[in-house]
């Protein structure tokens, strides 16, 4: 099974002439994703790869439904394309772009809880649950995606992009396959984290495990720890803590937006006590993911 996205999921890209939309628009049609329609106002009745070009997204549903959207406009016209995807009863929000204004995220989410929407990222490279659907630029060329993606019963929840798709890689090459894997993206709000997508991926009857990737900054991992232990969660995560060097350097940013630790708090050495509290696996080195998961499988 899959969360999120299906084999039934219609996507629309907003922004879609954009030289990096364009780009992925055609990597998602090589791998098969029901790419629908592209919206850039101005630009109707253009084509990219064949996909039309509307002018409002309002236009492209009149003539063909959707269900998801993928966004990849400029940062300030991110809040007008996220709402004006969710007026139109789309339900999956993911936001590639990246610096986004927090107070932007912050209205859009709200907006998007108000019409039971979901929103993935800004800042996200998207989702995909292999063989099943792709929705945003995740793994990138299709041949790349198939190389490093297989079908399984193990999900990826990863604040990188990139990590997203060397921990499928590696789960591959160790013959463990993906049921869903998410790029929930680096900024410092984003629209569905940890929390909101562990309690999913507990429902789902295809997953047996899962793997989140983690960095320093923020309390969200913490707050998992407390959530699982809070709901009684059985599903098996195992965890990866990145950048533990950044301990020994408080005060300092790495990398995205998210990675600030802030007194104690965010701290990795922090997280990976309260993860063990919690019964979540954590993985050492990198190659210990493997071993973890197979203790559990």
């Not at 003539?63 to 999956?92: H, Q, R, W, Y």
């Not at 990866?240 to 708090?265: C, L, Q, S, T, Y």
């Amino acid at each position: 099974m899959a969360i999120l996205a299906d084999e039934n999921t219609k996507i629309i890209i907003q922004g879609i002439t954009g030289r990096e939309a364009t780009t992925f628009t055609k990597d998602l049609l090589d791998y098969g994703a029901n790419v629908v329609g592209g919206i850039t106002p101005g630009k109707g009745g253009w084509e990219v790869y064949g996909v039309p070009v509307y002018d409002t997204v309002k236009q492209c549903i009149e003539k063909t439904p959707a269900n998801a959207c993928v966004i990849s406009v400029p940062p300030g016209m991110v809040k007008g394309a996220a709402f004006e995807a969710i007026d139109n009863g789309i339900k999956l929000v993911v936001i590639v772009t990246e610096r986004v204004p927090r107070k932007d995220v912050i209205d859009i989410v709200s907006f998007a809880r108000l019409k039971d929407a979901r929103v993935i990222g800004p800042n996200s490279l998207g989702l995909i649950s292999p063989h099943k659907a792709k929705v945003g630029m995740v793994g990138g060329r299709a041949a790349d995606v198939r190389k490093a993606y297989s079908e399984g019963s193990v999900g990826i929840i990863s604040r990188s992009g990139g990590m997203t798709t060397e921990i499928a890689n590696l789960l591959t090459l160790n013959g463990i396959g993906q049921s869903t894997c998410i790029s929930i993206g680096g900024d410092a709000i984003v629209g569905s984290n940890y929390l909101d997508l562990i309690p999913l991926f507990a429902k789902d009857k295809g997953t047996k495990a899962v793997v989140i990737f983690c960095e320093p900054g923020g309390n969200v991992e913490e707050s998992l720890s407390e959530l699982v232990i809070r709901e009684k969660i059985k599903l098996p995560i195992v965890a990866f803590v990145a950048g533990r060097f950044a301990d020994e350097m408080p005060g300092v940013r790495f990398g995205h937006a998210a990675a600030i630790v802030e007194g104690n708090k965010g701290t990795t050495k922090g997280k990976i006590e309260k993860f063990r509290q919690a019964g979540i696996m954590v993985a050492e080195e990198f190659k210990d993911i493997i071993k973890h998961l197979k203790s559990v499988m």
